[in-house]
């Protein structure tokens, strides 16, 4: 079975260039140990001879891994302590050289930033921010010139990418094998671990032979998926623009895009998978609007995979088994996107709830993960219990937003009577209650969770959020004390809560650059749960938190730069007091990040949850991202065309 396999090889089959010269054979006169125990004889607690793979590995027929990072004496890590250490000490002269000076108002807004937890990336972007204010890749990076270079020249030097493959034949855009073996190194340990219907084993394998006719690669699914992994890269390469960070991954984008239009529209599950992650870039660019119309593609798609599974899988000859899994894998992971979409963008689905049995959760101790490009030891990945979990959820979550956006009218503006909301809206946050308690151990926030994992929960949150959102918004919840009013709005608080603390998790344990792009979402419909009480001191805080991944996330994804951009004017326009410590950070997004007409970046239908759910029912059209900025910019710039125009008499009488 193809979740069986082991990884494959870290060096392209046929090239040998790439790997370790061997050893000579030398006749020793006894065995000897090797310094360093791959990870299997580790866990065994056996004794491990060395080489790869070592004796006991090819006696149990499983994968040998050897992770020269985890020996304390071996170069590399000492050069990686080197690294962290010059890394936190240029923290410090900077944070040093900031605080002394009593008049710049930056000293206040970092102390701001440190009292409200802020994590320690965070804080480099922002000094990096305030000590290069000019220079135009540092206000889009966020990262000081000299810093930056000096981070990423240490960095690459001691990179060691997961997979080696090759740029020819897969992409025009480079030829350059170590950054494509980079950034598919990052895509398989990051997107991949939330967004997951690509076998990743047969496409590695497939990319390494060269082969543009195998079965389970092709160049148009290489060049979607190097496109979406330029999001977790600081390489300059990534940018289609030299200091645009909006242009991150849209060389390989475009590329992608044209040999899409090329397939016209032939049934491959290669095709099928990398319109999917076009779908994700597209959105993530702000173009959701034609991303809607891609994911109904995807589920026109889909529709014809599952009735034409069984040819698909007899054509496929020797590799038919591998067809099966990997067809199976992706209608699952495609569908496992789509209820969070339509929930987000308060559309009815488009993809119907696949018939297709539960991948096996067999636990094989080749399944592990890997946070490259952090040198640490592989953890077990438990993929297919995510999937399996991750589908359970979206199952229900899949169901709200038929019930909520499926074709059936009633009344007041198409919501049930509030008592049967009531009931419907008790029933689903018992399923979601039943599904928390009874979810697989070795997923559960109990172990320390891969972002796989927490991205789960954090989904299980949001759905609660947005759920109980629809109480509150319900046109008779104005005139009435009901006392589920106050319960709702006790759940969903509490869900917010726990979403702001798992994005602390992830803060605290992974790099910022690598925080997965759902985060985005997840951050937006807490700050919009957390607007009904911030006058509570922990709600502040919560509300502090998740602001702070939120901005973190504007930096590299353009939807995100828009969604904090709708907290910050929905906050504006309903007179909401922020917290203190937000003041700063928002003051210097509008003023170094956010520009007049940037909302014409945007042809997004992302929802004001403010409005839309969380508070009064209003017109759905008026409230969707692009449509609200651009109304919102051009109120401001004509405000600020009158007062430049108005004569000062004038304007004292206004």
Known sequence: MAENRTDPPLAPAGNPSKLPAPRPLVAKPARKNSSLACSECREKKTKCIGGVPCTKCRERKTECIVNEASDKRRKLDLKRKIQSLEHDR????????????????????????????????????????????????????????????????????????????????????????DLVSHLISLYFSWNHQILNWIDRDLFIR??????????????????????????????????????????????????????????????????????????????????DRLGWKLLVDIADSVREFQSKRNRLISDAGEQSEEMRLAIDKTILGLFNLEPTSTLSLQKPPVMKKPDIKRLPEDHHPADVWVPYPLQEDPRPAHTNCVINALYDLQVIAWDIANYFFGDKESENNGMPPYSELERIIDEFYGRLQNWANNVSECVSLGHTPNPGAIDLHMRYHVTIMTLFGYLKGHPEAAESSF????????????????????????????????????????????????????????????????????????????????????????????????????????RDFEAESWKVKDYTQFSSLYPNFAVTVHGNPGSLESAELDRFLEKWDNMTLSAETSETTTPESDRKDT
């Open 206 to 287: 497939d990319m390494q032979s060269g082969n543009v006719d195998s079965q389970f690669c092709s160049p148009l699914l290489v060049n979607a998926v190097l496109a979406m992994s330029c999001f977790y890269s600081e390489y300059p390469e990534v940018l289609a623009t030299p200091g645009d960070p909006s242009s991150s991954g849209v060389h390989f984008y475009n590329e992608a895009k044209q040999l899409l239009e090329k397939e016209e529209g032939r049934l491959r599950l290669t095709t099928l998978q990398a319109t999917g992650d076009i779908y994700v870039m597209t959105c993530v660019m702000g173009k």
């Open 90 to 177: 240029d923290l410090l002269f900077q944070l040093v050289s900031t605080l002394r000076t009593d008049e710049n108002r930056n000293a206040s807004d970092v102390l701001n930033l440190i009292r409200s937890n802020a994590s320690l990336d965070e804080i480099r972007l922002s000094l990096a921010e305030s000590l290069n204010p000019q220079d135009p890749q540092t206000r889009a990076e966020g990262l000081g010139r000299n810093t930056r270079q000096k981070y990423m020249d240490i960095n690459r030097l001691s990179d060691i990418p997961r997979w080696r493959v090759s740029a020819r034949p897969w992409t025009t855009v480079t030829d350059d094998d």
């Open 483 to 586: 006392e589920s009013i106050r319960q709702g709005q006790a759940i969903r608080i509490k869900s917010a809560h726990g979403m702001s603390d798992l994005l602390s998790i992830l803060r605290s344990q992974y790099p910022m650059i690598c925080m997965p792009l759902n985060c985005m979402h997840f951050s937006t419909v807490a700050l919009f749960t957390l607007f009904e009480d911030l006058d509570n001191p922990e709600n502040s805080r919560a509300f502090v938190n998740a602001c702070i991944s939120l901005r973190g996330l504007a930096r590299r994804w353009v939807l995100a730069k828009g969604m904090l951009r709708l907290v910050q004017v929905t906050a504006l326009q309903q007179e909401i007091n922020l917290p203190e410590e937000t003041r700063s950070l928002f």
